[in-house]
């Protein structure tokens, strides 16, 4: 538990020392062009996952269609 603590404080730390240089970089940047290119590849990722799975369902395995199998065994 103590280690946890140590490390999330560490993270913590880490992050707030790039914080500042990050907001003087984007700082001349609208943050509604960050917010529209976040939905832009929110949206992609989700419809790359839905047309994978989709493709995954409709997949065909040549390999079962030609396996027999004994329906007659319990």
Known sequence: MKTSVILVI???NTT???VEPLA???AGINSW???STEVVLLIGYV??????D??????IDAIE???FKNFNNN
């Open 10 to 12: 560490l993270l913590l």
């Open 16 to 18: 707030l020392l790039f």
């Open 24 to 26: 003087k970089i984007t």
């Open 33 to 35: 062009f960050f917010a």
């Open 47 to 52: 419809t790359h996952k839905m047309v994978r």
């Open 54 to 59: 989709l493709k995954k369902a409709f997949e």
């Open 65 to 67: 269609i030609f396996r």
